[in-house]
């Protein structure tokens, strides 16, 4: 079964400093990765995603994630946070044989000025 | 504004009533899908229909339903309505069925059940 983790509820960060949003998932094929953002009030937006190719996936925003297949990983950095980066970061996975797309339970990303 | 609509944007309603939420897709997507988003349960996968047939099902209730109709607008149903339903209802939409394809999210209706 495919399952995808998100082990921090909220990462708190300072402004101009860099931010990094973890996530790891479980999927029985090759895994389709993306993430995505939800503002107060809002809707989620996508930001990136990995189907194949170069680990490193560079996003909307500024934003860009690092597959690691070894690890099952797949998390979300940016080198400098700003606060108007601040909001809530969800991964989702998808396998190959999947008809569904799985979201992590979320991280609060709270960016300090 | 990533092009797919939901009407209404709130909704308060009674405990056993009947509710049908709307979506518009983008123009020209196919997928639709139907999330519900609470604070104890995180984001749920409800349904997905395809150009107009069922595609994939998730942790949908008995008492919710859904369809795509002809034009692609999409709704969902909500009957019975219990205090636990109250949640955030988000549809999304993309081109095709395929497993990589990104979605894109509606701003959501708030339903609140009284």
């Known amino acids: 079964a495919q399952s995808v983790a998100q082990p921090e509820d909220q990462v708190n960060v300072a402004e101009g400093n860099p931010l990094t949003v973890k996530c790891t998932y479980s999927?029985?094929?090759?895994?389709?990765l993306f993430w995505y953002v939800q503002y107060p009030n809002r809707g989620l937006q996508f930001l990136l995603k990995?189907?194949?190719?170069?680990?490193l996936v560079k996003g909307s925003y500024g934003f860009e994630a690092e597959f690691n297949k070894s690890q099952t990983s797949f998390h979300l950095k940016k080198p400098s946070a700003l606060v108007s980066d601040s909001a809530l970061y969800f991964c989702?996975?998808?396998?190959?044989?999947?008809?569904?797309?799985?979201f992590g339970s979320g991280t609060r990303l709270s960016i300090r000025p | 504004d990533s092009g797919v609509t939901q009407t209404p944007k709130h909704l308060i309603t009674a405990t056993g009533q009947r509710v049908t939420l709307r979506c518009s897709p983008r123009?020209?997507?196919?997928?639709v899908y139907w999330y519900q988003q609470s604070l104890d349960q995180g984001l749920q996968f409800l349904i997905q229909?395809?150009?107009?047939?069922?595609?994939a099902k998730g942790n949908i209730l008995e008492r919710f339903s859904a369809q795509q109709f002809p034009d692609l607008h999409s709704e969902l149903n909500l009957s019975s309505l219990e205090l636990g339903d109250s949640a955030l209802y988000f549809c999304?939409?993309?081109?095709?069925?395929?497993?990589?394809?990104?979605?894109?999210f509606g701003p959501g209706t708030r339903l609140l059940v009284l």
């Open positions: 989702a996975v998808r396998d190959v044989w999947a008809s569904k797309i799985i």
């Open positions: 229909y395809y150009n107009g047939e069922e595609r």
């Open positions: 123009s020209g997507d196919l997928s």
């Open positions: 999927v029985s094929g090759n895994p389709y």
């Open positions: 990995y189907i194949t190719g170069d680990n």
């Open positions: 999304a939409s993309s081109a095709t069925r395929g497993q990589q394809e990104t979605q894109y």
